[in-house]
Nanobody, 121 residues
Framework: QVQLVQSGGGLVQAGGSVRLSCTISREIYLARNMAWYRQALGNERELVAE???????TYADSVKGRFTISRDDDKRTVYLQMNSLKPEGTAVYYC???????????????WGRGTQVTVSS
């Protein structure tokens, strides 16, 4: 069974940087769109950034100019570089991807388990 394996995160001071990674666990799966979401305590999950296979990107207004999403398809990995972090960025960050098994046309949506990012003021 394929999984999205997340790494990175942790505790960082305001103004600092963190990079999150998310890797597809099996080579026979390819990713179409990949994205990062976050959910702060008491809030709904929200889209942070998204990247297509053509590497077109979109960002939430709150992170534009500070966060960068990228992907390395050879490594089956999507990244989220977060700079100039603010305390309101404290949340659990989730990787999301539409994965297609080799030979199939239909894709399915998968989620990582989430990783905590805490920004101290």
């Amino acid at each position: 069974q394929v999984q999205l394996v997340q790494s990175g995160g942790g505790l960082v001071q305001a103004g600092g940087s963190v990079r999150l990674s998310c890797t597809i666990s099996r080579e026979i799966y390819l990713a179409r769109n990949m994205a990062w979401y976050r959910q702060a305590l008491g809030n709904e999950r929200e889209l942070v950034a998204e990247i297509t296979r053509r590497k077109e990107t979109t960002y939430a207004d709150s992170v534009k100019g500070r966060f960068t999403i990228s992907r390395d398809d050879d490594k089956r990995t999507v990244y989220l570089q977060m700079n100039s972090l603010k305390p309101e960025g404290t949340a659990v960050y989730y990787c999301n991807a539409e994965l297609v098994r080799a030979g199939n046309l239909k894709g399915d949506e998968f989620w990582g388990r989430g990783t905590q990012v805490t920004v101290s003021s």
